[in-house]
């Protein structure tokens, strides 16, 4: 009996799901996993895979603090509203 060697690339299946990101105030910047997204109202495409079950949405605007939403994948379909908080200035 000969042995075989069997040899074989294996490719992790990878999803993309548009999310829609609006912001109050508009123009706030997004980020995605700390990476620049583009300014909202925006629509970017989150990647989804076994390894990838978790994204960190990031809005900001100068003036306001910042906001980290986490989305999962249960939720990738759903559109993100972000209402940004003013900055209270500190005191001299």
Avoid at 23 to 40: K, N
Avoid at 67 to 82: F, I, L, S, Y
Wanted: charge should be negative; glycine fraction near 6%.
């Amino acid at each position: 009996r000969g042995q075989v060697e069997i040899h074989f690339d294996l490719a992790e299946v990878v999803e993309e799901i548009p999310l829609r990101v609006t912001a109050a105030p508009p123009g706030a910047e997004v980020e995605v996993d700390g990476v620049s997204a583009g300014v909202a109202p925006a629509t970017v495409t989150l990647l989804w895979s076994v390894t990838r079950a978790r994204h960190a949405i990031t809005v900001s605007h100068p003036g306001y603090r910042s906001k980290t939403v986490d989305v999962t994948r249960e939720k990738a379909g759903e559109p993100v509203d972000v209402r940004l908080v003013p900055a209270i200035p500190k005191a001299p």
